[in-house]
């Protein structure tokens, strides 16, 4: 028997193997979830259908989640296939390459409007179609973010920004969700080597860094993410919701 054996779970942010997204869904799997993908665009549908169907996906939806109408057709095939959900996996961020290099100081406004929508308001437009579908079965919603959210780091800019404000919200929605038995987590990772990271300027300084300081001395894999994902989305972790969930060698408590 799994922990998650009869469970429904909705994962967005598959691109490749290599995706936080795709260790997540490994894990969640593997203890008897029912998954469910989305994908932004034909490329990356040619990535994201093989992978999904190799753990017996049924839905493999299109879901760029700055368009509504997208979003609403997503959870209308959710309805109309499960007619319930357990489990919303919130692993996307998007800011544009010239905004995560040089200094925070020369955001420009659209590539500020961008960066929050798709990386923090997404959550909160995921979260009002899920909600109903959860309602009363215990649901998680989990998403992903960063230490840059809280602390300055170099070229990571509007995106630790719109990150702090994705840590706002997982707040606010724990808060708003909680009544109705649903819970909102975030787990903060350590930088892993996938499609988005490599938008980052000096992404491998930041790599090198926590494999040399890190208590653990040694940089976290996709595969640890899933496993804390895992603890999350199940009863195992019943009582937790509104929070920060590090993962990342326990590189955020050092200091010098
Ligand atoms: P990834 O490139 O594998 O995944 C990013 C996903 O975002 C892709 O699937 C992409 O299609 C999706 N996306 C981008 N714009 C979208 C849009 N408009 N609509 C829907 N989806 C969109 O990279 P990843 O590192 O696995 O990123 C997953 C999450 O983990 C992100 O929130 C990222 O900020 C977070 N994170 C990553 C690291 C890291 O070092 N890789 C560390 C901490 C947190």
Redesign the pocket.
């Known amino acids: 028997m799994g922990l998650l054996d009869g469970k429904k779970g909705l994962i967005?942010?598959?691109?490749?193997e290599?995706?936080?997204?795709w260790g997540i869904a490994e894990a969640l799997k593997k203890e008897g979830a029912e998954l469910a993908f989305?994908?932004?665009g034909e490329n990356?549908e040619k990535r994201v259908r093989p992978l999904a169907e190799s753990v017996g996906a049924r839905l493999v939806l299109p879901?760029?989640?700055?368009v509504d109408d997208q979003i609403d057709t997503l959870f209308d095939a959710i309805r109309e296939e499960w007619g319930a959900l357990d489990i919303l996996v919130?692993?996307?961020?998007?800011a544009k390459k010239e905004e995560l290099k040089g200094e925070y100081v020369n955001t420009s406004r659209d590539g500020f409007r961008l960066a929050m929508d798709?990386?923090a308001y997404?959550l909160v437009a995921l979260c009002r179609r899920a909600y109903p579908l959860m309602e009363g079965r215990g649901g998680s919603v989990i998403?992903?973010?960063?230490l840059g959210s809280e602390r300055a780091i170099q070229n990571y800019n509007v995106?630790g920004v719109a990150?702090a404000a994705l840590e706002a919200s997982v707040r606010y929605l724990a808060s708003d969700l909680g009544p109705k038995g649903i819970r909102v987590n975030a787990i903060?990772?350590?930088?892993?080597?996938?499609?988005?990271?490599m938008g980052i300027s000096g992404?491998k300084e930041i790599l090198d860094m926590v494999e040399a300081k890190s208590p653990l001395r040694r940089n976290v894999t996709?595969e640890d993410v899933g496993g804390t994902a895992l603890y999350l989305a199940s009863p195992l972790s019943s009582g937790v919701t509104g929070e920060i969930i590090y993962v990342d060698s326990g590189f955020n408590i050092m200091g010098l």
């Open positions: 967005l942010g598959v691109a490749n290599r995706s936080i997204a989305t994908y932004v990356l879901c760029d989640v700055t919130h692993s996307l961020a998007f798709v990386s997404s998403t992903l973010t960063y995106m990150k903060s990772a350590g930088p892993i080597k996938t499609l988005a990271a992404f996709p």
